[in-house]
């Protein structure tokens, strides 16, 4: 079936996806052709609609399709607040839990020298210059990985110079989890952050 | 996030690819906004393309993008003996061995009464209407699931009565795998085809 060449052409185009390999971007090329002409042509015109429609936030670099995003624009929002997330995704897992009711500012990645990118490949100056009087805590939600907390530590000591309160998640055996799952890592960090009753 | 209309509106249309849960639809979506607006342009052409160019052959039902599929085109091909299979994919994957050299059909889906899959539904009249003399075998090549079975019997109870051979793929324990993770299922299948040295 290699001589099919715009189911080809269509696998390589689902393949460029993060996180999806090569047979899955070629079940997907398959699955779409049962699709209807309507349908094709409805995702096709939902891809360019949310790429010209989607664009930063110009303030909290989330993702949105008005002026600034949803969460800026909620004057309900404790603006002393900002919660540092290294993508838009983790902006909706955040705001699902409903308890965070402060501001937003998303880094679009993690510092990572290997991967060639360093700290003005992310929106880190946009950060800084948010910082003026009215902004009391930043709280660093980057993901526990090695870029993660590189990143976390490499904020922690741009910010607090500036007088400005630096935080961190609580890590932590998970909710419902078992002891004897958790890792090494985990579980040490889960003491040494162990609190009082 | 709930919020970005287009984004969930993209998410929705990655959701409708068969095996392609809700999470892995707003990732996808997620990631494709990290696209060019090239690349996102070149997505969309290639899906309506590949609704476009593709078609089912006329004669074996498979998928091409040429008058007849490159299987029936090939006049190396023995055209004495025909494989049915379920669906275009499973095309792909005979190819690979380079083994058979014969035709294919292509069913598009199996019999399943509960899902109302009746034979009418497939490309059955198309496969009785082309065993005409030069054929000599028909090999079913449905999967060995309910329904592929069921439907490996009523292609067998209605195509052995025209004077044509039906085989049936063998089953058995898959090269490499150890018998102690086989199915009882599996293992039973395989003592019973069990073969001379």
Redesign the interface.
């Known amino acids: 079936?290699a001589?099919?060449?715009?189911?080809v052409?269509?696998a390589?185009?689902f393949g460029?996806?993060?996180?999806?390999g090569r047979k899955s971007a070629m079940?997907?090329?398959?699955?779409?052709?049962?699709?209807s002409?309507e349908?094709?042509?409805?995702?096709?015109?939902?891809?360019?609609?949310?790429?010209?429609?989607?664009h930063f936030c110009p303030i909290c670099q989330n993702?949105?399709?008005r002026d600034v995003c949803?969460v800026y624009n909620d004057l309900d929002r404790d603006r002393s607040v900002i919660c540092v997330v290294e993508?838009?995704?983790a902006?909706?897992s955040l705001?699902k839990v409903r308890e965070y009711r402060g501001l937003y500012h998303v880094l679009h990645g993690v510092i990572s020298p290997v991967n060639g990118i360093t700290p003005d490949k992310l929106k880190i100056k946009e950060l800084i210059s948010r910082l003026d009087e009215s902004v009391q805590e930043v709280i660093v939600a980057t993901n526990p990985t090695v870029e993660g907390e590189a990143t976390a530590m490499y904020l922690s000591r741009l910010i607090k110079p500036l007088g400005v309160k630096v935080t961190r998640l609580a890590y932590g055996i998970p909710v419902g989890a078992d002891l004897e799952y958790a890792d090494e890592v985990t579980l040490f960090r889960a003491l040494e952050g162990r609190r009082d009753f």
Chains 1, 2 share one sequence.
Not at 3 to 7: M, R, V
């Open positions: 079936m001589e099919i060449e715009s189911l052409h269509l390589e185009q460029r996806l993060s996180g999806i079940r997907m090329a398959y699955s779409l052709l049962d699709f002409d349908e094709a042509a409805e995702f096709a015109r939902a891809i360019v609609e949310a790429k010209t429609n989607i993702l949105t399709d949803y993508d838009a995704r902006v909706l705001e």
